[in-house]
Structures are given as structure tokens and as C-alpha cells.
């Protein structure tokens, strides 16, 4: 009994160092009084150092802890993607303002036990453990959505974001009481053989279960990865939020978002998918989506003045993308099986692109708020060439997201492009292309901004408000760098995103 | 013996609910909302989840309601911004929609049913805690610390700041 | 004889009302009574769920009812968080329609 007590317990090491670290860093904060947040923020990084060692260490046999988390290699990459941001974004937030004195080392157990949540959300296959983790996701980023109360901004977006995130999971628990009623468990495996049955032996009424369910529990994964129409919440939480807790949302929230979305859909609904031409349909109504997402977050993003609401409809963009590789898995057929397993890869080689290039962007968007105050793309003119290394990255985080060589998201769009025409889905692949095009627009408006707009006198006149810490130098550009880099040798990322699929 | 008590709790549900909806002053809200959880509860009571039951009341009216009633206070709202609900044509609509398609559906999942199922299962706290204690320990460990983050987010966002 | 299908329509049509409420209502306050309102009726479709189980091996897993635990004490933390946000913002405000926040229209 202790021996497969430890066995489990092993298994959950890196939560066990995420969980460890919440308390170390409330206990260190009383104690250490004022001044305490540097202490408490060193001691988070190597919380989460600790968390991110005992994940790699972690062997790529699938393990279940407690019969309710899977260790597989398809949890240890998300978890890998979910923990190592939550670094960077702690060290941003300890770097940067944003985040008030006063309150920064509260900050640090709450942006953790977010990234707690989230390792928990993506690798569990019950539904229970599910609700769990997801809402522990949640409600640390509501607080820390509504972290700055002296903003106006920061508390509204703090609300909106906990109004309609509490409704998106109750009509989600209300699919999942279906589900269970469906099936009698409320563990994937089993509910994916209940869904089945349901879907080939009953009748119209057992479709609708099923419909209805799917629906309601979709509306919960749709509005963590903020797809339409469930996105309408982004921009205004983006924008009123502290930057940092906006890196975490777009990148962090979203990959276990992602996570726990393609891990559903492929326990429950892929062998139906896959075998019968009828519920193929499903995998058309999210292309639709995807279509939709994406075009509605890249024109909206033109109109866009302020950096972080740009970014945000960007951010609803890229969900639309990634919904592509799902779309692809969902319309796979018989004849066309591996085209599921191209569609995950795609989606996780995106979904490490996305990261890179949205951190960098971000905390570039953090260093230029930092140091000079600016919000919008008439702030941004100039900024450049006042700070060359920040500007340049920042070019390169956006050739990565918009998909230009020779950065990875080129390599990222063309799997997922790939992908799409594998299953015969050309019309999503032309209006993903145009959408390229749109996005190319609006994120040359921010490198023009910053390089070729603003005279020499502009610049003298811009009153320097702080400066950018070394530590956020070399994070930026470690990441530029990781962007290039992998945008020329991607196999390493490759050979990992396909063990991950295994 | 059950249908008496299903239709009491059943339509004082429901009635609740809608008043809670319906009513102008949340103060009013609050307190039909705790009915309608109290009527909620004895509903548990009839379906044999005696722990939930009781957990429903303490938590909903031992701590919930407390905590809306203080915050209606404390926020003090002035009578000309108290409105009732806005009745918007479209959305009773999708309301409707809604809810007859979940005829369709629960009509189907209610009938593939056998009443004799009924009496296999007890849902008694010792049952329900065993179950808790050893399947569910991960999620109830997570649970402590969401509750622990709550505690910590409510106090940063409440706590008065110097220059305030 | 009260059967599942009784429960049911039960709680499908609370929660319906709820939704409505959430939908309907302006004032945050009433929002969040509607939220949690749904999140109740979820609860009693998971407990009827729970007591009309089909038994495997002649034992029926009180799944449902630890489910409805665990929403209960979420439900409870949520309501906590979005009070006390709502607080640190009104105080401010002086008002807790939604409209009146500028960024929190549907």
C-alpha cells in the first residue's frame, strides 16, 4: 500500500513542487515582511525550476496517479509549455511594473497555483478532476485579472472575466451532468463508449443528449481558448488586465485550454468521428468555427490602436488557427486515419510557435510600457530606435506570429496548412491564407511604428519613465533567439511534438 | 410517499427561482434565492444524498446568502437603480428553444430508465465519504488549495491600500 | 411514481430560468444569483443522476453526489472572488448595473 502510495506520489512530483512553492512563498512573505516580494519571486522561480526538473525527469511510460491523472508524454509536453511559461511570466512580473509593490508578492502563489490548474486540466481524463482544475485556473486568473483595484480598467476586466467565465462552466456542468447521465462515469474512456452506443443504437432523442452535452461542454473549452463566438471577453480582459497576467492568459490559459480540448475530442468523439460519415459533420461545424475565429480576430485587429488589444485580437486569431488542426482531426475518415495524428502535431508544433512568439511579444509590449509609458501604436513611433534590442525582437516575435521566414511560425502554419489539405479541407486553407495576409498588415502597422516612423527630435522629447531591467533583455532576447533558431532547425521540436502524439 | 413531497420542493423550486429572477429588490433576491436552494435540498433528501442535503443548506445559507445580503449592504444601492428583470423577446426565445430541446432529450434519457433501478442505491454519508477519501483524494487536495488561492485573492482585492 | 425523467425536466427548466436570469438581469449582483442558480440545477440532475444509476457489480458509485460536493465548494469560492471584485470596483462606481461599466456589455 505505501509503496504504490510513493508510486503515485512520484508521479505527481511536479505538482507536488508547484504546490510546495504557493506555500513556501505565502510562509516567506510573512516572514520576511517588508520588501519581501524579490525574496518570495526568487524563491518562486526556483519553485518552479524544481517543478520544471521533476517534469523532465519524469519517464515517458504512461503512468495514472490515483487513477485519475495520466502521466504520458502527451501531459508532460503541455505541462512543460504551461510551467516554463509561468517562469518567464513571473519573472516579467517581478521586473516590470505592472504589478504594484505593495501587492507583488501576493502575486507569485496565485500566478502558481494558476499554473497548478492548468498541469492538472490538461492531464486528467476525469471529468471531476477536470472541473477542479479548470476552475482553479480560473479563479486565480480572475483575481489576478483584477489584481491592479486602483485601475478602473484592471476591475472591470476582473469581473467581466469572472461573470461570464462562472456561466461558461455552469452550462459546462450541466453537459457534463448529461454526460454522466449518458454513461454513468465520469471517466473519457468510459463516456466515449456511452457517446458511441448513444450515437449508433439510439434514436433522435439519444443524438440530442449527445448534441446538447457536446454543445454545453464546448461552451466551456470555447471560452478558455476564447473561440468564437465565445471570445467576446478577450479583448476587454486583455487590455484592462497587467500585462503579465495578459501573458499568462494568452499563453498559459490558453494551452490548457487547448490541452484539455484536443484530449476530449479525442477520447470521446474520435471513433465516432472517424467511423461514421454523419457525426463527420461535427469536425465541418468546427472548420466553421476556426474560419470564423480567425477572420473575425484579424479584421477586428486592424481597427486596433492600443498594442495590448491588437495582440488580444491577434491572440483570437491564432485560437482560430489551432482550431484548424482540430477541425482537421474531427473530419478524418477511415481511409484517411493518420491524418488525426497530423492534425494533433500540427496543432502542438503551433501551439509552441504561439508560445514563443506571444510571450516575447508581450513582455516586449511590458518593456516598452515600462520604459516609456506606451500603450498605443502613436506611443510606439520612434520607439525603435530608443531601444534597438527590444525593437528588434519584437520584429522577430512578429515575423513568428504572423508566419514569415525564418522564423518558426512559418513552420508552424505550413504543418498546420499541410494538415488541412490532407483531409481535403481547401477552402479553410485559402481563407487561413488570406487571413495571413490580413494579419501581415496589421503587424507591419507595429514594426512601422517602431522603425521607420518618429524623427530623432520625437524621440529626445519622449520623457523616459524607467528603464528596462537586464534580466527582461535576456529574456527577450533568449526567446527571439529560440524563435529563429527553431524556425531553422525545427526537428528537435518535431521529434518531441510526435512523441507527445504518441 | 414521494410524489407529495417531489411536487412541494419540486414547485417551491421553481417558484423560488422565478421570484428570485423577477423581484426588483435583491435584497428580496437574496432570500428567495436561499429558499430555492432550501427546497433544492429537500429534493436531495428524496433522491437519498442526505450528506448533500445538508451541505446545500449550510453552505448556501450559512454562507452564501450571508455573503450577498453584506455585499448588498455594504455596496448600499440607491432605490432608483433597483430594476426588475428586462424581458427581452429574443432571449425567452432562445430560452425556449433551449429548453424544448432538452425536452427531446431528457424525455428519452428519463424513459430508457427502469424504476426498479430506484432502490439499489444508497447514498449514504459513509458511502459518499469513502468514495471522496480515497477515489477523489487529488481533486479534494486541489479543492483546499482553489479555496486557499480564494482566500488570498479576497484579501489582496479587499484589503484598503495605503493611498486609498 | 416519481421517476428520473420528473428530476429532470426539474432541474432543465431551472436551469433554464437561471439563464434567463444571467441573460435578463443588469445588476451583476442578480448576474451572479443566476450563475449560481444554474450551478444548483446542474446539481440536482447530477444527484437524480447519481440515485437512478444502473449498478455495476450490484454497487453504484456515489459519483454524482462527490461531483455536486466539489461544485458546491467552487461555487462558494467563486462567489467569494466575484464579490468581493465587485466591492473594490462599486465602491469606486457608485453603481452595479452592468451597463454602467463601460466594458462589461454583452
Given at each position: 500500500m505505501s509503496e504504490t502510495l510513493a508510486s503515485h506520489l512520484?508521479?505527481?512530483?511536479?505538482?507536488?513542487?508547484?504546490?510546495?512553492?504557493?506555500l513556501v512563498m505565502l510562509v516567506l512573505d510573512l516572514l520576511v515582511g517588508k520588501r519581501s516580494a524579490r525574496t518570495v519571486g526568487v524563491f518562486g522561480l526556483i519553485g518552479i525550476g524544481g517543478a520544471m526538473w521533476a517534469l523532465m525527469n519524469q519517464s515517458s511510460v504512461p503512468v495514472r496517479a490515483f487513477g485519475l491523472i495520466s502521466i504520458d508524454t502527451y501531459s508532460i509536453f503541455f505541462r512543460a509549455l504551461i510551467i516554463s511559461a509561468t517562469g518567464i511570466v513571473m519573472l516579467h512580473g517581478m521586473v516590470f511594473r505592472g504589478i504594484e509593490d505593495e501587492t507583488r508578492a501576493e502575486f507569485g502563489?496565485?500566478?502558481?497555483?494558476?499554473?497548478?490548474?492548468?498541469?492538472?486540466?490538461?492531464?486528467?481524463?476525469?471529468?471531476?478532476?477536470?472541473?477542479?482544475?479548470?476552475?482553479?485556473?480560473?479563479?486565480?486568473?480572475?483575481?489576478?485579472?483584477?489584481?491592479?483595484?486602483?485601475?478602473?480598467?484592471?476591475?472591470?476586466?476582473?469581473?467581466?472575466?469572472?461573470?461570464?467565465?462562472?456561466?461558461?462552466?455552469?452550462?459546462?456542468?450541466?453537459?457534463?451532468?448529461?454526460?454522466?447521465?449518458?454513461?454513468?462515469?465520469?471517466?473519457?474512456?468510459?463516456?466515449?463508449?456511452?457517446?458511441?452506443?448513444?450515437?449508433?443504437?439510439?434514436?433522435?432523442?439519444?443524438?440530442?443528449?449527445?448534441?446538447?452535452?457536446?454543445?454545453?461542454?464546448?461552451?466551456?473549452?470555447?471560452?478558455?481558448?476564447?473561440?468564437?463566438?465565445?471570445?467576446?471577453?478577450?479583448?476587454?480582459?486583455?487590455?484592462?488586465?497587467?500585462?503579465?497576467?495578459?501573458?499568462?492568459?494568452?499563453?498559459?490559459?490558453?494551452?490548457?485550454?487547448?490541452?484539455?480540448?484536443?484530449?476530449?475530442?479525442?477520447?470521446?468523439?474520435?471513433?465516432?468521428?472517424?467511423?461514421?460519415?454523419?457525426?463527420?459533420?461535427?469536425?465541418?461545424?468546427?472548420?466553421?468555427?476556426?474560419?470564423?475565429?480567425?477572420?473575425?480576430?484579424?479584421?477586428?485587429?486592424?481597427?486596433q490602436n492600443n498594442i495590448k488589444r491588437l495582440l488580444a485580437y491577434s491572440s483570437i486569431a491564432h485560437a482560430g488557427y489551432l482550431l484548424m488542426g482540430v477541425a482537421v482531426m474531427t473530419t478524418a475518415t477511415v481511409d484517411n486515419r493518420a491524418a488525426v495524428?497530423?492534425?494533433?502535431?500540427?496543432?502542438?508544433?503551433?501551439?509552441?510557435?504561439?508560445?514563443?512568439?506571444?510571450?516575447?511579444?508581450?513582455?516586449?509590449?511590458?518593456?516598452?510600457?515600462?520604459?516609456?509609458?506606451?500603450?498605443?501604436?502613436?506611443?510606439?513611433?520612434?520607439?525603435?530606435?530608443?531601444?534597438?534590442?527590444?525593437?528588434?525582437?519584437?520584429?522577430?516575435?512578429?515575423?513568428?506570429?504572423?508566419?514569415?521566414?525564418?522564423?518558426?511560425?512559418?513552420?508552424?502554419?505550413?504543418?498546420?496548412?499541410?494538415?488541412?489539405?490532407?483531409?481535403?479541407?481547401?477552402?479553410?486553407?485559402?481563407?487561413?491564407?488570406?487571413?495571413?495576409?490580413?494579419?501581415?498588415?496589421?503587424?507591419?502597422?507595429?514594426?512601422?511604428?517602431?522603425?521607420?516612423?518618429?524623427?530623432?527630435?520625437?524621440?529626445?522629447?519622449?520623457?523616459?519613465?524607467?528603464?528596462?531591467?537586464?534580466?527582461?533583455?535576456?529574456?527577450?532576447?533568449?526567446?527571439?533567439?529560440?524563435?529563429?533558431?527553431?524556425?531553422?532547425?525545427?526537428?528537435?521540436?518535431?521529434?518531441?511534438?510526435?512523441?507527445?502524439v504518441m | 410517499m414521494e410524489l407529495p413531497f417531489f411536487f412541494l420542493f419540486g414547485g417551491a423550486m421553481v417558484l423560488f427561482t422565478l421570484l428570485t429572477m423577477f423581484v426588483k429588490n435583491p435584497v428580496h433576491s437574496a432570500i428567495f434565492m436561499i429558499l430555492s436552494f432550501a427546497s433544492t435540498a429537500?429534493?436531495?433528501?428524496?433522491?437519498?444524498?442526505?450528506?448533500?442535503?445538508?451541505?446545500?443548506?449550510?453552505?448556501?445559507?450559512?454562507?452564501?446568502?450571508?455573503?450577498?445580503?453584506f455585499v448588498i449592504m455594504l455596496i448600499n444601492l440607491r432605490s432608483d437603480e433597483l430594476e426588475g428583470m428586462k424581458v427581452n423577446p429574443l432571449m425567452v426565445l432562445a430560452a425556449g428553444t433551449f429548453f424544448a430541446l432538452l425536452h427531446r432529450a431528457i424525455s428519452d434519457l428519463g424513459a430508457a430508465v427502469d424504476p426498479v433501478r430506484a432502490n439499489t442505491f444508497e447514498g449514504e454519508p459513509k458511502v459518499v465519504a469513502k468514495y471522496l477519501f480515497t477515489e477523489m483524494v487529488i481533486p479534494f487536495e486541489a479543492v483546499s488549495l482553489l479555496l486557499l488561492a480564494a482566500i488570498l485573492g479576497t484579501v489582496v482585492l479587499a484589503r484598503r491600500t495605503r493611498d486609498a | 411514481m416519481i421517476q428520473l425523467e420528473h428530476y429532470l425536466y426539474l432541474s432543465g427548466l431551472v436551469f433554464t430560468l437561471g439563464l434567463c436570469g444571467v441573460m435578463m438581469r443588469r445588476n451583476v449582483i442578480l448576474v451572479l444569483m443566476g450563475v449560481e442558480i444554474m450551478l444548483n440545477a446542474a446539481n440536482l440532475a447530477l444527484i437524480a443522476f447519481n440515485k437512478y444509476m444502473l449498478p455495476i457489480d450490484g454497487i453504484v458509485e456515489p459519483k454524482g453526489q462527490v461531483f455536486v460536493f466539489f461544485t458546491i465548494a467552487v461555487a462558494a469560492a467563486e462567489v467569494a472572488v466575484a464579490l468581493v471584485i465587485a466591492v473594490a470596483l462599486f465602491r469606486r462606481l457608485d453603481t452595479v448595473n452592468v451597463d454602467d461599466v463601460a466594458n462589461l456589455r454583452w
Amino acid at each position: 500500500m505505501s509503496e504504490t502510495l510513493a508510486s503515485h506520489l512520484t508521479a505527481l512530483k511536479p505538482e507536488i513542487w508547484l504546490t510546495g512553492t504557493i506555500l513556501v512563498m505565502l510562509v516567506l512573505d510573512l516572514l520576511v515582511g517588508k520588501r519581501s516580494a524579490r525574496t518570495v519571486g526568487v524563491f518562486g522561480l526556483i519553485g518552479i525550476g524544481g517543478a520544471m526538473w521533476a517534469l523532465m525527469n519524469q519517464s515517458s511510460v504512461p503512468v495514472r496517479a490515483f487513477g485519475l491523472i495520466s502521466i504520458d508524454t502527451y501531459s508532460i509536453f503541455f505541462r512543460a509549455l504551461i510551467i516554463s511559461a509561468t517562469g518567464i511570466v513571473m519573472l516579467h512580473g517581478m521586473v516590470f511594473r505592472g504589478i504594484e509593490d505593495e501587492t507583488r508578492a501576493e502575486f507569485g502563489p496565485m500566478l502558481v497555483g494558476a499554473a497548478l490548474g492548468a498541469c492538472l486540466l490538461v492531464s486528467t481524463d476525469n471529468l471531476i478532476m477536470l472541473l477542479v482544475g479548470m476552475e482553479l485556473l480560473s479563479l486565480c486568473s480572475y483575481v489576478m485579472a483584477g489584481w491592479q483595484k486602483k485601475e478602473r480598467r484592471s476591475a472591470e476586466a476582473g469581473l467581466k472575466y469572472l461573470v461570464y467565465g462562472a456561466m461558461a462552466s455552469g452550462l459546462m456542468l450541466f453537459g457534463f451532468s448529461l454526460l454522466y447521465g449518458l454513461s454513468g462515469s465520469m471517466w473519457m474512456p468510459e463516456i466515449a463508449l456511452a457517446v458511441s452506443e448513444a450515437w449508433s443504437l439510439g434514436d433522435a432523442g439519444q443524438h440530442m443528449i449527445v448534441v446538447i452535452a457536446s454543445t454545453l461542454v464546448f461552451v466551456g473549452f470555447g471560452f478558455k481558448i476564447s473561440a468564437f463566438p465565445f471570445h467576446f471577453w478577450a479583448p476587454d480582459v486583455y487590455e484592462g488586465s497587467p500585462t503579465p497576467v495578459t501573458s499568462m492568459l494568452a499563453v498559459a490559459s490558453k494551452t490548457a485550454g487547448f490541452g484539455v480540448l484536443i484530449r476530449f475530442v479525442d477520447t470521446v468523439y474520435l471513433d465516432l468521428t472517424i467511423a461514421e460519415d454523419w457525426l463527420g459533420r461535427f469536425g465541418y461545424v468546427i472548420a466553421v468555427l476556426a474560419a470564423i475565429t480567425m477572420t473575425y480576430g484579424n479584421v477586428t485587429a486592424v481597427k486596433q490602436n492600443n498594442i495590448k488589444r491588437l495582440l488580444a485580437y491577434s491572440s483570437i486569431a491564432h485560437a482560430g488557427y489551432l482550431l484548424m488542426g482540430v477541425a482537421v482531426m474531427t473530419t478524418a475518415t477511415v481511409d484517411n486515419r493518420a491524418a488525426v495524428g497530423i492534425g494533433m502535431e500540427s496543432i502542438l508544433f503551433y501551439l509552441v510557435s504561439y508560445y514563443i512568439a506571444t510571450l516575447g511579444a508581450f513582455g516586449c509590449a511590458m518593456a516598452f510600457a515600462n520604459r516609456f509609458g506606451a500603450e498605443t501604436l502613436e506611443d510606439y513611433e520612434g520607439l525603435g530606435w530608443s531601444s534597438p534590442w527590444i525593437g528588434a525582437c519584437f520584429i522577430i516575435f512578429l515575423t513568428s506570429l504572423v508566419g514569415l521566414p525564418p522564423a518558426i511560425g512559418l513552420i508552424g502554419k505550413w504543418l498546420l496548412f499541410k494538415a488541412t489539405l490532407s483531409v481535403g479541407l481547401d477552402w479553410l486553407a485559402v481563407i487561413a491564407a488570406l487571413n495571413a495576409a490580413v494579419a501581415l498588415f496589421y503587424y507591419f502597422k507595429i514594426a512601422r511604428a517602431l522603425f521607420l516612423r518618429g524623427d530623432t527630435d520625437y524621440q529626445e522629447g519622449l520623457a523616459s519613465k524607467g528603464v528596462i531591467p537586464g534580466l527582461a533583455h535576456l529574456s527577450l532576447i533568449v526567446l527571439a533567439i529560440f524563435t529563429v533558431y527553431f524556425g531553422l532547425m525545427w526537428d528537435g521540436i518535431m521529434e518531441w511534438v510526435s512523441e507527445a502524439v504518441m | 410517499m414521494e410524489l407529495p413531497f417531489f411536487f412541494l420542493f419540486g414547485g417551491a423550486m421553481v417558484l423560488f427561482t422565478l421570484l428570485t429572477m423577477f423581484v426588483k429588490n435583491p435584497v428580496h433576491s437574496a432570500i428567495f434565492m436561499i429558499l430555492s436552494f432550501a427546497s433544492t435540498a429537500g429534493l436531495f433528501v428524496l433522491l437519498d444524498a442526505y450528506l448533500m442535503a445538508a451541505i446545500e443548506v449550510l453552505v448556501y445559507a450559512g454562507a452564501i446568502m450571508v455573503l450577498f445580503l453584506f455585499v448588498i449592504m455594504l455596496i448600499n444601492l440607491r432605490s432608483d437603480e433597483l430594476e426588475g428583470m428586462k424581458v427581452n423577446p429574443l432571449m425567452v426565445l432562445a430560452a425556449g428553444t433551449f429548453f424544448a430541446l432538452l425536452h427531446r432529450a431528457i424525455s428519452d434519457l428519463g424513459a430508457a430508465v427502469d424504476p426498479v433501478r430506484a432502490n439499489t442505491f444508497e447514498g449514504e454519508p459513509k458511502v459518499v465519504a469513502k468514495y471522496l477519501f480515497t477515489e477523489m483524494v487529488i481533486p479534494f487536495e486541489a479543492v483546499s488549495l482553489l479555496l486557499l488561492a480564494a482566500i488570498l485573492g479576497t484579501v489582496v482585492l479587499a484589503r484598503r491600500t495605503r493611498d486609498a | 411514481m416519481i421517476q428520473l425523467e420528473h428530476y429532470l425536466y426539474l432541474s432543465g427548466l431551472v436551469f433554464t430560468l437561471g439563464l434567463c436570469g444571467v441573460m435578463m438581469r443588469r445588476n451583476v449582483i442578480l448576474v451572479l444569483m443566476g450563475v449560481e442558480i444554474m450551478l444548483n440545477a446542474a446539481n440536482l440532475a447530477l444527484i437524480a443522476f447519481n440515485k437512478y444509476m444502473l449498478p455495476i457489480d450490484g454497487i453504484v458509485e456515489p459519483k454524482g453526489q462527490v461531483f455536486v460536493f466539489f461544485t458546491i465548494a467552487v461555487a462558494a469560492a467563486e462567489v467569494a472572488v466575484a464579490l468581493v471584485i465587485a466591492v473594490a470596483l462599486f465602491r469606486r462606481l457608485d453603481t452595479v448595473n452592468v451597463d454602467d461599466v463601460a466594458n462589461l456589455r454583452w
